[in-house]
C-alpha cells in the first residue's frame, strides 16, 4: 500500500520550455501533496504544499508563477515549471500524505530528474 | 525553532558490521512525530518508520531498529549486520502534531551510509 507514482522519471528540455510532471497516489486518497527540490548531496527542500481543490501554500523563497501547482483530484497533483531555465536543472520529488487528524505520513514517489539545456 | 540534526555525514563500514545512524531534534512542542526515511542511489525516498512522542518504546524490524530517547532528543536508528543493499542515504525527520494542513517536515541533511564488500 501507499505507492506513489511520478511521471516522468526524467525529462531534457530547451530552455524556455515549460515541463509539467505528475505526482500520482496509486492506492490511496492523498489529502495533501508536496513537492520538493534536491539538489545533489543534500536535503530536501520542500517547494510547496497542495491540497486537493485548493490553492498551493508556497514555501518562502518559491516564486509561484514558476513553478505551478494543480491539485485537481485527490490523488493528482502536477507541478508545472514554466520557462525552464537551467538553473532549474535538478531533482522533483513528490510526496503524497495520508492522514490522521494530527499526523501525516508521506509516501514518495521515485523522482523526476530535470535537466535544461 | 524546529531542527534536525544528523552529525554523521558520511558514514562507511564493512558488510556485517552493526552502524548506529544518529539523529538529534528540537521542538517546543510536546506532541510531534519522527521518521526516518531511506534513499538509494536510485533517488527515490522509502519510509522507514515514524514514531510519535508519546511512544518510547523502542522498535525494531529485521535487522533495523530504532532507540527513542526524550531525554536526550534523539531517535537513533541501528543496522544489525550490515549489507551492501544498506548503502543510501538515510534522513531523519520532524513533524509537529498540528490540525489544518500545515504538517510540513523538517528534515535532517542526511548520512550518507556505504556499506562495502
Known amino acids: 500500500g501507499a505507492v506513489v507514482s511520478q511521471h516522468p522519471s526524467r525529462v531534457i528540455c530547451k530552455s524556455g520550455t515549460s515541463v509539467k510532471i505528475e505526482c500520482r497516489s496509486l492506492?490511496?486518497?492523498?489529502?495533501?501533496m508536496f513537492w520538493y527540490r534536491q539538489f545533489p548531496k543534500q536535503s530536501l527542500m520542500l517547494m510547496a504544499t497542495s491540497n486537493e481543490g485548493s490553492k498551493a501554500t508556497y514555501e518562502q523563497g518559491v516564486e509561484k508563477d514558476k513553478f505551478l501547482i494543480n491539485h485537481a483530484s485527490l490523488t493528482l497533483s502536477t507541478l508545472t515549471v514554466t520557462s525552464a531555465h537551467p538553473e532549474d536543472s535538478s531533482f522533483y520529488i513528490c510526496s503524497a500524505g495520508t492522514s490522521g487528524r494530527w499526523v501525516e505520513t508521506q509516501y514518495f514517489g521515485p523522482g523526476t530528474r530535470l535537466l535544461v539545456l | 525553532a524546529q531542527k534536525v540534526t544528523q552529525a554523521q555525514t558520511e558514514i562507511s563500514v564493512v558488510e556485517k558490521e552493526d552502524v548506529t545512524l544518529d539523529c538529534v531534534y528540537e521542538t517546543r512542542d510536546t506532541t510531534y512525530y519522527l521518521f526516518w526515511y531511506k534513499q538509494p542511489p536510485s533517488g527515490e525516498l522509502v519510509f522507514l518508520i515514524r514514531r510519535n512522542s508519546f511512544d518510547e518504546q523502542n522498535e525494531i524490524s529485521g535487522r533495523y531498529s530504532w532507540n527513542f530517547q526524550k531525554s536526550t532528543s534523539s531517535f537513533n536508528f541501528t543496522i544489525t549486520a550490515s549489507q551492501v543493499v544498506d548503502s543510501a542515504v538515510y534522513f531523519c525527520a520532524l513533524s509537529e502534531a498540528r490540525a489544518g494542513n500545515n504538517r510540513k517536515l523538517i528534515w535532517g541533511l542526511g548520512t550518507s551510509l556505504a556499506v562495502n564488500p
Open positions: 492506492d490511496f486518497q492523498a489529502t495533501t
